[in-house]
């Protein structure tokens, strides 16, 4: 079946530091959204990407639709400990309505 | 504007008990989805609901799992018999009219 393929699959990172995470599909995507999943909570939707090449920013995060349709990519700039957590990345493939999830990239913030 | 509620939060049941949690989307969403998410791992969509008809339903182990959604408005899973592999997290979300999701907490599921 379709999957997505996150990487890297965790990361330690120092605060402060500049965060870059991708994913990547064998499919064509007409939307990518990046989540945020807290412990013990629901995944919170960050950003919605939904044309080639589209480079959209929240505050500290930037994610990009990647030209081939089939990767996206976000970055975190100047990483505080709140932002610890899981980040998937999630959509629709082209021509279904099945949203499916990422692996999961796990942020884990040094203070 | 109030979000996603789901109930419980967390369940412990015997092996061939069965279980049933309940979603109230946000206020004039369409869609409805469930999803389980297994520890380690991205969530699995479940079914999908646009008002109370299922656009997707190919992932839902139909021997054991039902969902409803009657009045297009709240819905309920329900788990009978329950096996331990069922042991995950059950996610509902829902949507306005994008693919722009908002999750409730979740009901965290022990099958022992």
């Known amino acids: 079946g379709q999957q997505l393929n996150q990487s890297p699959q965790s990361m330690f990172i120092q605060e402060g530091e500049d965060v870059s995470m991708n994913c990547t599909s064998s499919?064509?995507?007409?939307?990518w959204l990046w989540y945020k999943q807290d412990p013990g909570e629901g995944p919170v939707l960050l950003i919605a990407l939904y044309k080639a090449g589209e480079l959209t920013s929240n505050g500290r995060l930037t994610a990009q639709f990647g030209i081939t349709r089939k990767d996206s990519f976000l970055n975190i700039s100047a990483s505080i400990p709140s932002d610890v957590g899981i980040y998937f990345c999630a959509g629709p493939a082209s021509g279904t309505y099945k949203y499916i999830f990422g692996t999961g990239t796990r942020l884990k913030v040094l203070a | 504007e109030a979000g996603v509620a789901q109930s419980p939060r967390y369940k412990i049941i015997e092996k061939r008990q069965s279980v049933a949690f309940w979603c109230n989307p946000i206020?004039?969403?369409?869609?409805l989805y469930w999803y389980q998410q297994i520890l380690g791992q991205g969530p699995k969509l479940l079914i999908q609901?646009?008002?109370?008809?299922?656009?997707?339903d190919s992932q839902l182990p139909k021997d054991r799992f039902s969902a409803e959604r009657l009045k297009g408005v709240d819905s309920t899973l329900k788990i009978q018999p329950a096996k331990l592999e069922d042991s995950a997290v059950y996610l509902c979300?829902?949507?306005?009219?994008?693919?722009?999701?908002?999750f409730g907490p979740g009901t965290r599921l022990t099958v022992t």
């Open positions: 206020s004039g969403h369409a869609t």
């Open positions: 979300a829902s949507s306005f009219d994008t693919y722009e999701q908002y």
């Open positions: 609901f646009q008002n109370n008809g299922v656009v997707d």
């Open positions: 499919s064509i995507f007409n939307t």
